[in-house]
Structures are given as structure tokens and as C-alpha cells.
């Protein structure tokens, strides 16, 4: 592998009850933390280039704490874990494939009240970063910090009106990529999974050019699993609104808990009822 295919990594988005964020980066069998070291179902067994929280507490804007040690390696993220609660958090853990191992590559990426990351890649990224980069509004192109597809992807979304309809802008933003990209020659220019929120919903994409994408899961509604499994406790303590999206299920113990998100689809979690849709990108005005 070379710089060109980006980073492959390993996401969770959750929202609903406060939790403690060491109950969801430590506590599961398969968690986030184990993950950083044997992943199941990532490209990379091993996401040992620094990690990244984002959550929400008292302020409208999240807090984001990033650091360039492996996951399982660093002793401050157990120690703010275990003293802070959010019910909406992001976590991912980063596997290099030739990108700088530098505070300002790891994910969550932030821009006011929002925040975004990704797993997969955009296909030969040094050869479309140019084109990509310059179609970035003007006015957002002095955040730029990094050096990563993810960071170009996110204010490429910013650009085509991510606060206003995140939906649209994400496939503005693919379609941009895969336009680019095949004028380059790229054959598969999109790969990945996306999650995005605003402190009240999260929004979560799964879509690659060649069909192929990387793995993506949500939670069983609360209600649900609390019927199945009546004597377990965190499921007894969270709210009905309580879900969690991930690149790959936390855990086998409760059966029927996760379900995966169908190939080139988006979803909204947000209060009251989910929703799935297919999703496209879509292609630039010529």
C-alpha cells in the first residue's frame, strides 16, 4: 500500500442517555480499543496511528481530543474517558497507509458545531488532491491544517452546503470526487464510510465507486433489545433514543444487536424515528 490509498480505520458515532466514554471505548468485548490493536473486519488488522474523540457537553460547539499514540497505548485518553460523560460522541482510530502520523491527520475533523471522520480512501489522491482542494470555498481553505483525503473531504462537503442539507452536499462532494477522479484515470476514486453530525443528529454514509464498500453497522432499537435481553443492565439504563453506529459490532454477547447498513445507502439518526435512504453521488454541472 502507498500514500495514494488513503487511511483505513475503525469509527463509532453514538448518541442518546449520557455515558461515561470509557463505557463505550473500553466496555464492549469488541471495543473501539481492542479494535486499534485486532480489528476483525478492517483492512488493517492493527489502526496503531493515533485516534481521535469528539462529544458534546455544556457548550454548543464539541470538544475534540487527538493524540498520535495508539489507542491501547495511551493512558490519558483512559483517564479523561473515565471522568466524561456525552450523549453524542465520536471515536476513531486511524491506520495509516502512508499520510504523516501528525496530530492535525486524526479524526474527528471539526468546524463549529460539527464534526466529521471517515474510513476508506480517495483513489489516487495525490494525483486529484490539487483539483479537489481548489474547488474548497475560499473562505474555508485556511482551516486546512492536514494532510489527509478525509480533511479535503469534509470542507469539500462544508463548501456544498453541509449545514444546510448534509445529505446533498455528501453527494455533491462523492460525485466532485469520482468526476475528478476518473479524469485522472482513477478507477475506483471513492471508498469509504462516513459519519457526520451537528450535536443533535449524526448522519452516516456507506458507498465506494466499485460496489465493494467498507463494513458499516447500527444498533437495534433500545426497545427492542431490552425485550431480548430484560436483565442486562446498560440496556435497562439508556433512553429508547440511544444508538450507536459502527464500522463493525462492539460485541457478540447480545445476538441480533447490530445490523448492517445495505451497500450505498445513508441514514439520519436523530430524535423520533431513524430513516435509511440509497444513496448516489452526484455528478457536477458540466
Not at 139 to 162: I, K, S, W
Not at 182 to 187: D, F, L, P, Q, S
Not at 254 to 281: M, Q, R, T, Y
Amino acid at each position: 500500500m502507498h500514500y495514494s490509498r488513503g487511511d483505513v480505520c475503525r469509527w463509532l458515532a453514538y448518541s442518546g442517555t449520557p455515558v461515561p466514554l470509557d463505557e463505550l471505548l473500553y466496555g464492549p468485548k469488541n471495543s473501539l480499543v481492542v479494535q486499534s490493536l485486532h480489528s476483525r473486519m478492517g483492512a488493517e488488522e492493527t489502526n496503531g496511528d493515533g485516534f481521535g474523540v469528539g462529544w458534546y457537553g455544556k457548550r454548543e460547539t464539541p470538544a475534540v481530543f487527538r493524540s498520535i499514540e495508539p489507542a491501547w497505548n495511551e493512558r490519558n485518553l483512559a483517564e479523561l474517558a473515565a471522568h466524561t460523560e456525552s450523549g453524542l460522541v465520536f471515536a476513531h482510530i486511524r491506520a495509516s497507509t502512508g499520510s504523516p502520523v501528525q496530530q492535525t491527520n486524526c479524526h474527528p475533523f471539526r468546524h463549529a458545531n460539527w464534526l466529521f471522520m471517515h474510513n476508506g480512501f480517495v483513489g489516487d489522491f495525490l494525483a486529484v488532491k490539487r483539483d479537489l482542494t481548489m474547488a474548497i470555498d475560499p473562505a474555508l481553505y485556511p482551516e486546512l491544517e492536514g494532510t489527509t483525503d478525509t480533511e479535503v473531504l469534509f470542507h469539500l462537503a462544508l463548501t456544498f452546503g453541509l449545514e444546510d442539507d448534509p445529505a446533498a452536499a455528501v453527494a455533491r462532494t462523492i460525485g466532485l470526487v469520482e468526476s475528478v477522479g476518473r479524469k485522472h484515470g482513477v478507477e475506483h476514486p471513492f471508498q469509504g464510510t462516513i459519519a457526520t453530525t451537528d450535536g443533535e443528529s449524526i448522519w452516516a454514509f456507506r458507498y465506494s465507486s466499485e460496489g465493494k464498500s467498507r463494513s458499516l453497522f447500527f444498533s437495534t432499537d433500545v426497545r427492542t433489545l431490552r425485550a431480548i435481553y430484560p436483565e442486562n443492565e446498560l440496556l435497562q439504563r439508556v433512553g429508547d433514543e440511544a444508538r450507536l453506529v459502527v464500522s463493525e459490532p462492539l460485541g457478540d454477547e447480545l445476538p441480533g444487536a447490530w445490523n448492517e447498513v445495505p451497500e450505498s445507502s445513508w441514514g439520519v439518526i436523530k430524535p423520533g424515528d431513524d430513516e435509511i435512504h440509497a444513496f448516489e453521488p452526484v455528478a457536477p454541472a458540466a
